[in-house]
């Protein structure tokens, strides 16, 4: 059986924003080692190309980036054209941000350290700085580059391969102020079982996979050496947890709470919570700290909650807003909106985040940090699996491994239900067989012939056996008898009450003659003979229920559009496709500059191919569940 495959970290700490731990990665053929951060929302992995760093930047800016990809010399590139990223465009990240899409070589860990590699996995080259470091994709949707040309995910790939036991993850951020600085950790497959305080509370996803680790966040509590508790958000609101992003994404009334706790100040030119010196050596000695109390909706039900002392909330900026230098910030940012509501790479610095996509449930524990812990991969089986043989850890989350030493495995339980089940229709038929040759010796001893049922006059008080024919006014509607799906047994032995219809009065095994009909009006006597019994339609099946989407190689992921230009989900609208939009043509130098935002749909009047002598134009493609916009050429 496959195992969990823990990701090497690079033991380096990165970032413009940070510092983050990083992973070791390698890229193409020859392999070129990289520095990536993890994200939990992409499904490509992301690496920096060399446009990311320009001739004005830092001759530090290779390294600071994780270091450089070069496409180029990689004789596995298979190029695939230029897209948007199409992510976090929500957040303040919204910049028509780009990627040179392909595929290549991805291998774990650094030269010579025999780690995994896959070919043909997705890659996009940024140059953005608004995402600084390149990240490894967690997500298991499926990149579609066209209605017919789909590639898996890495984490589907592995799955697919039987290099890991199921779609599913364990993360942690790391954290550079803890002990001798603790390198985040990554489990594919699984988890590390050291990481973290196990509780016994799991979340389902939301229903848009592009925002599916979504949690209640209940309440934040402040406390320092003078202050034991006091709620610094007024109200509960639904956060979306992604490691992509560096920062904690609130509402203003919340960040204003944070500003009187902490004595913090919003910085209008940066956007920023900046810190000087004397502010950081006031909150050191405050050993102030803010506990998350999250929950599965916003109020109520079983919560779970994460502490984040204030070095967590200690971080260093170098933006180009900051002119080059860097400064302590609080990475606090407020939210226009409620789709803003993040927890990003802050939080789950102390915390420890688990994903299973198969059961679409995942779970939150605080992260602990002891020194010299031996590490404790603990596998998440596939709901695919039939082995059953691995034992639930007394660490774990309660849904990481749903197989335990000391209880029934599921195979075990369905075998047991069906086999009850399968007596007790054994016994049922033995019971009509037997009782069916009883009524007909008795008949055959009283001089009547066998089959035939007695049949007693129709009269409303009479109320037949469960799962007969009944109306309790004493009459049988024939509409409504007409419309039920009920087999006529000709040989059971049990008081039925007349079929009306609406083809005649026709009696239903009763003795040769005339029968009495009691009901409110005169009664009607009927000459009529003894019919066969006659057994009613069931009606047609209303069709067979719609497949679950699946996700593997060459599928389309769930939300996947079902023709160029379309989109299957209302909670999910990208920009519409037209080629009437209006944007600087590529050229070798601004290969993966962002463009402007389009203009309102309805501006824009013109033929692109006036303004572009290049012929270019735009297509949008979707990407796992994301609309990507590629530039390509005529």
């Not at 780690?115 to 953005?128: C, F, R």
């Not at 050291?194 to 592009?210: Q, T």
């Not at 195979?411 to 038929?429: E, Q, R």
């Amino acid at each position: 059986m496959a195992k969990p495959i823990s990701v090497e970290p690079s033991q380096g700490w990165d970032g413009n924003d940070g510092p983050w731990s990083t992973f070791a990665i390698r890229v193409g053929n020859p392999p070129q080692p990289l520095r990536v951060l993890a994200s939990t929302t992409v499904s490509e992995t992301w690496v920096v190309l060399k446009d990311g760093c320009t001739p004005s930047d830092s001759s530090k800016c290779p390294d600071s980036r994780g270091i450089l990809y070069n496409q180029n010399i990689s004789t596995t590139w298979d190029d695939h054209g230029i897209f948007e990223l199409g992510v976090e465009k929500n957040l303040d990240y919204f910049n028509y941000d780009r990627g040179d899409y392909g595929l290549d070589t991805l291998a774990l860990g650094y030269n010579g350290s025999g780690g995994l590699s896959l070919d043909h996995q997705v890659i996009a080259g940024i140059a953005t700085k608004d995402f600084y470091l390149g990240s490894l994709g967690l997500a298991p949707w499926p990149v579609n580059f066209s209605l017919t040309e789909s590639s898996p995910s890495y984490l589907s790939n592995l799955k697919d391969q039987s290099k890991i036991p199921s779609l599913s993850f364990g993360y942690s951020a790391g954290a550079p102020y803890r002990l001798k600085k603790v390198d985040g950790t990554l489990t594919l497959g699984g988890y590390d079982a050291s990481r973290f305080a196990p509780n016994a509370i799991s979340f389902p996803f939301a229903s848009d996979i592009s925002r599916n680790l979504v949690i209640g966040l209940q309440s934040i509590e402040f406390s320092d050496s003078n202050t034991k508790s006091k709620d610094l958000l007024s109200e509960g609101i639904l956060m979306f947890v992604d490691s992509t992003v560096p920062h904690i994404w609130l509402p203003v009334s919340a960040c204003t709470k944070f500003e009187d706790a902490f004595g913090i100040a919003y910085d209008k030119q940066t956007d920023l919570y900046l810190v000087n010196d004397t502010l950081h050596e006031t909150l050191l000695a405050q050993n102030a700290s803010v506990t998350l109390v999250l929950g599965n909706d916003v109020r109520g039900g079983n919560t779970v909650s994460i502490t984040l002392p204030y070095p967590s909330f200690d971080l260093e900026a170098s933006y180009e807003s900051l002119n080059g230098t860097t400064r302590r910030y609080f990475p606090l940012r407020r939210a226009a909106n409620d789709t803003q509501y993040t927890l990003g790479r802050t939080f789950l610095q102390e915390s420890y985040l688990i994903v299973d996509f198969e059961r679409s449930n995942f779970s939150l524990s605080q992260a602990t940090f002891i020194e010299n812990a031996e590490q404790k991969l603990i596998p998440i089986l596939s709901k695919d699996d039939k082995s059953h043989n691995i034992t639930k850890t007394p660490q774990g989350p309660p849904n990481s491994s749903p197989h335990s030493s000391h209880n029934l495995s599921g195979g075990t339980v369905a075998g047991i239900v069906v086999a009850i089940l399968a007596v007790l229709l054994i016994g049922a038929a033995v019971f009509i067989i037997r009782r069916r040759r009883t009524h007909n010796a008795q008949k055959t001893e009283t001089g009547e012939p066998p089959g035939l049922i007695d049949k007693p006059e129709l009269d409303g008080g009479v109320k037949p056996f469960i799962g007969e024919l009944y109306n309790p006014h004493g009459e049988a509607d024939s509409r409504e008898l007409f419309k039920m799906n009920v087999e006529l047994d000709a040989t059971t032995r049990s008081q039925r009450a007349e079929l009306g219809g609406s083809h005649g009065g026709i009696e239903m095994e009763g003795s040769p003659g005339r029968a009495e009909m009691d009901g409110g009006n005169a009664a009607a006597e009927l000459d009529a003979p003894v019919p066969r019994p006659v057994e009613l339609p069931s009606p047609v099946p209303g069709g067979s229920p719609i497949p679950s989407p699946r996700i593997g190689p060459h599928k389309h992921s769930p939300l996947a559009a079902a023709e160029e230009g379309t989109f299957q989900s209302s909670s999910l609208k990208p920009p519409e496709p037209t080629l009437s939009r209006s944007s600087p043509s590529l050229s070798p130098s601004s290969t993966l500059s962002p463009s402007p935002p389009p203009p309102p749909s309805g501006t824009e009047t013109e033929n692109p191919e006036s303004k572009n002598p290049k012929g270019r134009n735009r297509r949008w493609v979707s990407i796992g569940n994301r609309w990507k916009r590629n530039e390509g050429t005529n």
